[in-house]
């Protein structure tokens, strides 16, 4: 496992609680809006694994969990150690995935060794292609779905709203393919940092359009916010 970086503190990657972020190395996936493209291009640099550990150890007192991020953490086969090895510390773990691999999150969720997991939803199952940069199989990604709503864990979906991807009749799209979920978040895109560089010419929409967005969405998911404005 490559852990490229660590980031000691967060207010807002994990809800209602204070959390450090692992970001790990290399992703099944080439969605060109990403924002970590040199996780994704797995290029060089490594934490060593027991200085992370033993940093953690000594954040306890000040964070409530770990959130697990990328690049893409269930590409890793030795993600549970990891999640083992927060767990008894006594913190949460929290897993961002794109959902592309079900089996690693369910065997997370069988073990309880993660606490909550958000998914990247990042368009319609008809429209995936285009958001992730490769031919992929949707099923899968509505196999994850379908297992993080009927799971007893606590869970999130996400959507980052990309002009040229995200418009509403997408949302509703993708309302009706999440429709019962517990919560949704929209997402403001940032062209700052792209895997893709044309998608740093691409403008953010206003954030008016994205209250639009988050009406359409309130159809399906009763719970919904707009993060990043």
Not at 14 to 21: Q, V
Not at 134 to 153: A, D, H, M, Q
Not at 170 to 182: D, N, S, T, V
Request: aromatic letters at 8%.
């Amino acid at each position: 496992m490559k852990i490229r970086k660590m980031q000691g503190i967060s207010l807002i990657d994990y809800p209602n609680k204070l959390s450090c972020l692992l970001f790990l190395s290399g992703c099944n996936l080439a969605c060109p809006f990403c924002q970590n493209p040199d996780l994704i291009k797995g290029e060089e640099g490594e934490l060593d694994f027991t200085g992370v550990i033993e940093e953690i150890e000594n954040r306890r007192r000040f964070i409530d969990g770990v959130v697990i991020t990328g690049g893409e953490p269930t590409i890793h086969s030795d993600l549970p150690s990891l999640c083992k090895k927060i767990k008894e510390i006594g913190l949460a773990v929290k897993i961002d995935t794109n959902g592309y691999l079900l089996e690693p999150l369910k065997g997370l969720i069988a073990e309880g060794i993660v606490d909550y997991i958000a998914l990247d939803v990042k368009a319609s199952l008809a429209n995936l292609k285009k958001a992730c940069g490769k031919e992929i199989e949707t099923g899968r990604i509505g196999n994850t779905v379908e297992l993080l709503k009927s799971s007893p864990i606590e869970y999130e979906f996400r959507t980052t709203c990309v002009p040229t991807i995200i418009d509403e009749e997408e949302i509703e799209k993708i309302g009706k393919e999440i429709q019962g979920a517990k919560r949704w978040f929209l997402q403001q895109f940032r062209s700052k940092k792209t895997l893709d560089p044309d998608f740093m010419k691409i403008m953010p929409y206003p954030i008016e359009y994205l209250f639009e967005l988050k009406e359409r969405a309130k159809k399906y998911v009763k719970e919904i916010e707009i993060r990043g404005i």
